[in-house]
């Protein structure tokens, strides 16, 4: 996980690793989606073109479990940082890339962030997807702790 040292996120060793987790490890274990800085996070991938998904039950199940992704890496990052709270959390879906932003506001006791993601780039698995949601998470837990 990533650790905020003199300002910046660092690498830091978690339990029951060897050494610090990599984004490509990370990203493996989670799924794709991006946060902001400052609070807000709107990212969106520049080749997150997706061909049309049918709506589907197993598409939005899809999209939950990499929402509920992005929710679990930042409650364990912000964890390891010190902040021992339940993380709370909002949110505002819609289908499909036309219908906006995809929005996700997460509160600890005394913070909040929000992450507001495109449809494409949350549903996306591209090289630069996967790096918007390791940079939305890194950034999230950076603005909670």
Not at 5 to 11: E, M, S, Y
Not at 14 to 26: D, F, N, R, Y
Not at 92 to 99: I, L, M, S
């Amino acid at each position: 996980m990533h650790a905020l040292l003199g300002g910046r996120c660092a690498n830091v060793t978690t339990v029951g690793t060897s050494g610090p987790i990599e984004p490509t490890t990370l990203m493996a274990e989670l799924s794709p989606l991006p946060l902001l800085k400052t609070n807000i996070v709107n990212r969106h991938a520049s080749t997150a073109v997706l061909e049309k998904e049918p709506h589907t039950v197993e598409v939005a199940r899809e999209f939950h479990r990499r929402m509920a992704s992005i929710i679990d890496a930042v409650q364990v990052g912000v964890w390891q940082e010190g902040v021992h709270d339940l993380l709370g959390y909002a949110t505002d879906y819609a289908f499909g890339q036309q219908r906006g932003l995809q929005t996700l506001a997460l509160k600890s006791k005394h913070r909040s962030a929000y992450v507001r993601l495109h449809w494409d780039t949350v549903m996306g698995d591209t090289v630069a997807d996967r790096q918007l949601v390791e940079e939305v998470i890194r950034s999230a837990i950076c603005e909670l702790r």
